[in-house]
């Protein structure tokens, strides 16, 4: 299971299983006391999931509203690569979409919220062919994938 991290969320997202990308902290967050605990080490674009909400509760100067103490955990999202790439279990480095074909169905999955083009990824899933349905006509697959973070 993956390392869990306490932060702290807004009672509307307050549900376990509820996914977001963590956002860059505005300025308000950052002269608050509660900011390490809060966003502090959440990696803003990744992507988590929400699996356990606790009792304690605290004030929000952003939301100017209640937020929740919760557990999460980085959360793996799909994304298209390479079908010579798409191997489960296999690290890869994220290429990202070099395609800039408007209207193309299949663009999140190219250039998906939580994971950046050069970032190492962790393929946990490979589903189906996207070829036929890319108006780049590359040979793709959509897999289910986890950012790995850097070793420290």
């Known amino acids: 299971m993956n390392k869990f991290i306490v932060t702290l969320v807004g009672e509307g997202q307050a549900v376990k299983g509820f996914r977001f990308v963590a956002a860059q902290p505005p300025a308000i967050c950052k002269e608050c006391k509660l900011f390490l605990v809060c966003m502090g080490k959440l ?22 509203d209640k937020v929740n103490v919760a557990k999460v955990i980085p959360s793996p999202i799909e994304v298209v690569i390479k079908s010579q790439h798409a191997i489960e ?16 169905t299949i663009e999140k999955l190219c250039k998906p919220e939580g994971v950046k083009k050069g970032e190492k990824i962790k393929i946990e899933k490979v589903s189906e062919s ?19 973070e850097p070793s420290s």
Do not use: M, N
Not at 89 to 104: D, L, M, Y
């Open 89 to 104: 279990g296999a690290t890869i480095t994220f290429a990202g979409a070099e395609c800039e074909k408007k209207g193309c």
């Open 43 to 64: 990696v803003p674009g990744r992507a988590y999931e929400v699996i356990e909400i606790k009792d304690k509760q605290h004030y929000c100067s952003l939301y100017e």
């Open 130 to 148: 996207v070829s036929e349905v890319a108006l780049c006509k590359k040979k793709l697959k959509k897999v289910t994938a986890l950012v790995v």
